[in-house]
Nanobody, 121 residues
């Protein structure tokens, strides 16, 4: 069984910073990619940023230059540093991992439960 545990987030001020962390646990063989998605009230879930095992990154246009995704492969962890926060960044942020297991080598998508980020003065 795989679990993605998110931490961080909370309340931030416009122009401020917050940091999200995600750690994957379980009988994981290999994690191909990790990422962050977000869902604001009344909107669909959208990609924020992804990072491959080799360190290649991809960002949504709305967060480029403000958010930075990083990863610790040894700890099966990913991080999202969010700077220059805007009220429109308010959403539930979900950690995502594409991984396989020792017991099943087919790669599958796994999701965390989500972490609330609210940007308000």
């Amino acid at each position: 069984q795989v679990q993605l545990g998110e931490s961080g987030g909370g309340l931030g001020q416009p122009g401020g910073s917050l940091r999200l962390s995600c750690a994957a646990s379980g009988s994981i063989l290999r994690i191909s990619a990790m990422g962050w998605f977000r869902q604001a009230p009344g909107k669909e879930r959208e990609l924020v940023a992804t990072i491959t095992s080799g360190g290649s990154t991809n960002y949504a246009d709305s967060v480029k230059g403000r958010f930075t995704i990083s990863r610790d492969n040894a700890k099966n962890a990913a991080f999202l540093q969010m700077n220059s926060l805007k009220p429109e960044d308010t959403a539930v942020y979900y950690c995502n991992a594409v991984l396989n297991l020792y017991t099943n080598t087919v790669y599958r998508n796994y999701w965390g439960r989500g972490a609330q980020v609210t940007v308000s003065s």
